[in-house]
C-alpha cells in the first residue's frame, strides 16, 4: 500500500478487520468486557494477551483511533487521553518522582505552562529555556533531568525550538524528549525525525479539525531506550523493551488519573482525521496570503508566521515542515486596539479554540495568557496587542475580505 498518509488514514480501519465489513470502526459504548474462563480474563488484565477489561483504559473505538495516530507517526504505539493537557500531564506524572528535573520551553501554550508551575510544586524542578537555541537547553541539563518538553510551533507567538538540535542531545543522554506537536499535526512533521521519544498531541484541534469533540495522545516513537531509564516499575518491564514506557504511562497515566476518552469523541476524531492534510493544505494556503496581507497593512506593527521571511526561525521552518502551519499572530500599532480589529470583523469568530475549520481569534493577552501577569507575558514576547488567529478553510477570497473591510473601518476613525 502507498505510504502516503491521506490514503493510510482512509484505509486504516479496514487494515485490522472492522466488524461486519464496516469501513469505518464502530462506536463501542460498553464499559466492562467479559471473557470465558477467569484465565482469560488474567491473561488481559495482566497483559500477556490483547483485549479490554474496563472501559477506563480504552475501549475498541478509542484503541482504533489510537492505531491511526500511531500509523500517523510512525509510532510503536500510543494511549488516548480526553484532552490534550491531560495526555501531557499524565505522561509527566506517571514517568516522574519527587527530585527529577525537567527542562521546557519557555514560550509554551498557557495551559501548559501553568502545568509546568504545578509540577515544580509537587517536588519536580522545571527550567524554562529559549528553545529556539539548542545551546539553552545544553547549559540547563543535569544529571537528574529526566524530560525535555518543547512544541513544535509555539502558540501563539509561533517560535519554532530547535527540534534536531534538542533532539542530538537529549537521546544520547538518556533523557526522554517530548515533543508536542499539535501546531503541526503529522501532515506537516513527524517528530521522530529529530529523535523525539514521545509526541503528544491535542486531538481537539487539527486531528479533529470539526471543533466537536476534545482528545489527546501520546506516541511512542520507538527511539528511547527504557531499559535504562530508572523510573519504570518492574511491572510495567515485561514484554519488549520498546512497550515498557507507554505501557507506564497507560497504567499510572491514564489507568490512575482517569482521563479517558470517551468513545463517541474517540468516533468523532477518528473520522475528521481522514480530511486531516486535505484540510491543513486549504488553511496553511490561507495563512500565508493572510500573513503577507497583514504584513503590508500600516495598522500592523508585527506579524508573525513562520511562512514569512522576516520570522526569525523561517528558514529552520522551511527545513522541517512541510507547510507553515495555520497559526499566526500579529501586533497592531500605538493607538489600535486589538478589540477595536476584532469588533470590526465580521467572518472570523472571536473565540479560544484553535486548528478548526473555521477561522478563529482572539486577543491573547487579555484572556489565555491574562492569568500569568504582564511580567511572565513580557519574558514570553507576549505584547497587550497581539492577536492571535487560528485560520481555517475558508474561501481565501472572503477570509481577506473580511480583514480588508474591517481595516477599512479601523482607518476612517
Known amino acids: 500500500m502507498t505510504k502516503d498518509i491521506t490514503t493510510r488514514i482512509l484505509h486504516a480501519d479496514r487494515l485490522g478487520g472492522v466488524e461486519h465489513g464496516a469501513v469505518l470502526k464502530p462506536l463501542h459504548i460498553a464499559t466492562a468486557y467479559g471473557y470465558n474462563t477467569a484465565e482469560e480474563l488474567t491473561a488481559v488484565f495482566q497483559g500477556d494477551k490483547s483485549g479490554h477489561v474496563y472501559g477506563r483504559q480504552g475501549n475498541p473505538t478509542t484503541q482504533a483511533l489510537e492505531a491511526k495516530i500511531s500509523l500517523m507517526e510512525d509510532a510503536v504505539g500510543t494511549v488516548s487521553f480526553a484532552t490534550g493537557m491531560a495526555a501531557v500531564c499524565s505522561t509527566m506524572l506517571a514517568l516522574l518522582k519527587k ?6 520551553s519557555r514560550f ?7 502545568w509546568m508551575n504545578t509540577l515544580s510544586q509537587l517536588g519536580c524542578e522545571v527550567t524554562l529555556v529559549d528553545a529556539t537555541q539548542a545551546a539553552a537547553v545544553e547549559a540547563a541539563l543535569r544529571t537528574e533531568t529526566r524530560i525535555v518538553f518543547v512544541e513544535t510551533i509555539a ?27 499539535t501546531m503541526t499535526t503529522p501532515a506537516l512533521f513527524q517528530p521522530k525525525a529529530v529523535q523525539a521519544s ?10 479533529c479539525g470539526h471543533g466537536n469533540a476534545l482528545g489527546g495522545s501520546v506516541s511512542d516513537t520507538g527511539l528511547f531506550d527504557w531499559g535504562a531509564y530508572p523510573n519504570l516499575l518492574p511491572a510495567y518491564r515485561k514484554g519488549a523493551p520498546t512497550a515498557w514506557g507507554l505501557l507506564q504511562i497507560k497504567k499510572k497515566g491514564l489507568r490512575d488519573m482517569g482521563a479517558t476518552l470517551s468513545s463517541e469523541h474517540g468516533h468523532r476524531i477518528a473520522a475528521g482525521a481522514e480530511t486531516l492534510t486535505l484540510r491543513m493544505e486549504r488553511a496553511c494556503s490561507n495563512a500565508m496570503a493572510l500573513a503577507q496581507w497583514l504584513e503590508a497593512q500600516p495598522l500592523v506593527s508585527k506579524v508573525h508566521y513562520p511562512g514569512l521571511a522576516s520570522h526569525a526561525q523561517h528558514e529552520r521552518a522551511g527545513k522541517l515542515f512541510k507547510s507553515f ?6 501586533e497592531t500599532v500605538d493607538g489600535v486596539s486589538p478589540f477595536e480589529v476584532l469588533n470590526a470583523l465580521e467572518l472570523v469568530i472571536k473565540s479560544s479554540h484553535l486548528g478548526d475549520n473555521r477561522t478563529l481569534a482572539i486577543p491573547v493577552a487579555h484572556t489565555i495568557f491574562w492569568e500569568m501577569g504582564a511580567e511572565q507575558r513580557q519574558t514570553m514576547e507576549i505584547a497587550d496587542s497581539l492577536i492571535r488567529l487560528s485560520v481555517g478553510i475558508e474561501a481565501q477570497a472572503d477570509l481577506l475580505a473580511d480583514f480588508a473591510n474591517a481595516f477599512a473601518k479601523l482607518g476612517k476613525k
Do not use: M, W
Not at 514521545?198 to 486531528?207: A, E, G, Q, R
Open 155 to 181: 502558540n501563539p507567538r509561533t517560535q519554532i525550538a530547535d527540534l534536531e538540535g534538542i533532539g542530538k542531545l537529549c537521546r544520547p543522554r538518556g533523557i526522554v524528549y517530548i515533543v508536542d506537536s
Open 325 to 330: 502551519g495555520a497559526l499566526l499572530s500579529f
Open 108 to 114: 509554551l501554550f498557557g495551559n501548559t505552562a501553568s
Open 99 to 104: 527530585g527529577d528535573h525537567v527542562v521546557a
Open 198 to 207: 514521545l509526541v503528544i498531541h491535542s486531538l481537539s484541534k487539527s486531528i
